[in-house]
């Protein structure tokens, strides 16, 4: 076993694992972080890695020679050859000058390797005073009903042709929020349901793919979805409208939770927290 547990445990402030992104707070183990680091001699996605639904091969990996793990704290580096590439350096430590220490491996890195872009991912405490970065929540399922909501909302394949054919340039529009790529997810038949409100017979808002798995430890997992709405209809509650939705479909199919990624202080970030969900904390990241 390469992790100490009694080392790592109490600088996890919130539940990220390289290469993997947030967990649920119950599959936060040493066994987690030792698979990541296995699985980077091998390239292959582990069985419950997020991306997996996606085919190819992982292209986010640990980069295991260079951990450093002490008690105080323990940095972890990843590296993607995606576009001009990219090395993460997940900093994991209570004092403050963890940061500059991960920065530095972050750019020795990045220049070994070739790639242009270093970057240090900081895990911050839900209590934190200065929320900054993504907001890690979680939807738990077993906490109360999920009714369907009223208003818009079907899979993209239940409405009427003409109104189907609106998803295209719908997805253009909106392909700096992933709906291109979930467009051609969806034309190959790689992906779950995609949940769609209509004004007009246009398509103005999109949530999906709707798809259930199961976790580290086995618990049945709603999975993370792009989800969009056209600037010029926003405000009128549709965005809540079709997250409600896709709740509803979640625990109609057995899903115990699903974790969201929100910008601190967005429109998704907001609703989130208007519908309750439970704060895990944060993940900060900040370019070296």
Do not use: N
């Given at each position: 076993?390469?992790?100490?547990w009694?080392?790592?445990?109490?600088?996890l402030?919130?539940?990220i694992?390289?290469?993997?992104?947030p967990v649920?707070?119950?599959?936060?183990?040493?066994?987690?972080?030792e698979?990541?680091?296995?699985?980077?001699?091998t390239?292959?996605f582990?069985?419950?890695?997020?991306?997996?639904?996606?085919?190819?091969?992982?292209?986010?990996?640990?980069?295991?020679?260079?951990?450093?793990?002490?008690?105080?704290h323990?940095?972890?580096?990843?590296?993607?050859r995606?576009g001009?590439g990219?090395?993460?350096?997940f900093?994991?430590?209570?004092?403050?000058?963890v940061?500059g220490?991960?920065?530095?491996?972050?750019?020795?890195?990045?220049?070994?390797?070739?790639?242009?872009?270093?970057?240090?991912?900081?895990?911050?405490?839900?209590g934190?005073?200065?929320?900054?970065?993504?907001?890690?929540?979680?939807?738990?399922?077993?906490?109360?009903?999920?009714?369907?909501p009223?208003?818009?909302?079907?899979?993209?394949?239940a409405?009427?042709?003409?109104?189907?054919?609106?998803?295209?340039?719908?997805?253009?529009a909106?392909?700096?929020d992933?709906?291109?790529?979930l467009h051609?997810?969806m034309?190959?038949?790689?992906?779950?349901?995609?949940?769609?409100?209509?004004?007009?017979?246009?398509?103005?808002?999109?949530?999906?793919?709707?798809?259930?798995?199961?976790d580290?430890?086995g618990?049945?997992?709603l999975?993370?979805?792009?989800?969009?709405?056209?600037?010029?209809?926003?405000?009128?509650?549709?965005?809540r409208?079709?997250?409600?939705?896709a709740?509803?479909?979640?625990?109609?199919?057995?899903?115990?939770y699903?974790?969201?990624?929100?910008?601190?202080?967005?429109?998704?970030?907001?609703?989130?927290?208007?519908e309750?969900?439970?704060?895990?904390g944060?993940?900060?990241t900040?370019?070296?």
């Amino acid at each position: 076993m390469f992790f100490h547990w009694d080392w790592l445990r109490p600088h996890l402030t919130a539940p990220i694992v390289p290469s993997l992104g947030p967990v649920h707070p119950d599959a936060l183990t040493v066994g987690i972080f030792e698979d990541v680091l296995r699985a980077a001699d091998t390239g292959d996605f582990l069985p419950y890695d997020k991306d997996r639904r996606w085919g190819g091969e992982k292209d986010e990996r640990v980069l295991p020679e260079d951990v450093v793990h002490q008690p105080e704290h323990t940095l972890i580096p990843t590296l993607t050859r995606r576009g001009r590439g990219t090395v993460k350096v997940f900093a994991y430590g209570l004092p403050d000058s963890v940061v500059g220490e991960a920065a530095e491996l972050a750019a020795k890195l990045a220049a070994r390797h070739d790639v242009v872009t270093a970057r240090v991912v900081r895990p911050l405490g839900p209590g934190t005073a200065h929320a900054r970065g993504t907001r890690i929540q979680l939807k738990d399922f077993a906490a109360g009903p999920c009714p369907a909501p009223d208003g818009p909302v079907r899979p993209v394949t239940a409405w009427p042709a003409a109104v189907q054919d609106t998803f295209a340039p719908f997805a253009a529009a909106m392909a700096g929020d992933g709906l291109a790529f979930l467009h051609a997810q969806m034309q190959a038949g790689r992906c779950g349901p995609v949940l769609a409100v209509a004004v007009e017979d246009r398509i103005v808002g999109a949530i999906g793919p709707m798809e259930v798995r199961p976790d580290a430890i086995g618990r049945s997992q709603l999975m993370p979805q792009y989800f969009a709405v056209l600037p010029e209809v926003r405000g009128q509650g549709l965005g809540r409208v079709l997250w409600r939705a896709a709740m509803h479909w979640g625990q109609t199919h057995s899903a115990a939770y699903q974790l969201l990624q929100t910008e601190v202080g967005g429109p998704s970030d907001k609703l989130c927290q208007a519908e309750g969900l439970i704060s895990l904390g944060f993940s900060h990241t900040a370019r070296v």
